[in-house]
């Protein structure tokens, strides 16, 4: 990988076996890639990308003016998220740690009130249930697909909402799409899993999505346009 900048704008460069430059920004903070055929120089790339400068400027804008969730506290009827519903945190002093949906509440139950605690239990929450929406999901686009049901791990991830590692067929989804509406969780997995089919974001991959999710650029703009 290759880096420059242009002025204050710094560009990551990858040279790939493909035909034409892809240039991407991405959530959350507007980070910059380019995707280049081999056979470009560096100077070609950076050329390119002066071109692009008031495009690349203006989708680092919206994505810096995008909502963001507020830190939690861990208190009372403050609002978390899940499935893209809004919940109201209800704690309670318990002798087990349970979290439980109870109507519009988040019910946590846990024998430590701290808030550290209370966070970890709110996430093994979300990492159970968003765990099992993967496994539903891939089985149900695997055989669509016509593909094996390939590794996958939940992890925290900062600029993307998933991640598909080709040559070991291993796929990584981003915890926090358990906050997400299902219809944008099922984007991103069927995203990853036509990378198996289609390494690079070229024509071939947008037919295939085209193909097996039809509403992926509704989703993908709703995903993208929720608080952060």
Known sequence: ME?????????????????????????????????????????????????KLA????????FLAQEREPKRDFVNQESHY????????????????SVILKGKKLLIQSTNLDKVHLEKLLYAFYRKELRKMLNQMLEKHIQIMNLKLPPFKIRFMKTKWGSCAVDNGRIWFNIELAKKPLECIEYVVVHELVHLLERHHNKRFI???DQYYPSWRTQKKLLNELPL
């Not at 495009?55 to 919206?62: A, F, L, P, T």
């Open 3 to 51: 880096q420059f900048k242009i002025g204050d704008i710094e560009i990551e460069v990858t040279f790939k076996d493909i035909k034409n430059l892809h240039l991407s920004v991405h959530p959350p903070l507007g980070r910059v890639t380019i995707s280049s055929p081999e056979f470009y120089d560096l100077d070609k790339v950076r050329i390119y990308a002066t071109t």
């Open 55 to 62: 495009w690349i400027k203006k989708e680092q804008r919206k």
């Open 82 to 97: 899940f499935l893209g519903t809004r919940y109201l945190l209800k704690i309670e002093e318990a002798k087990r740690n």
């Open 207 to 209: 037919l295939l999505m």
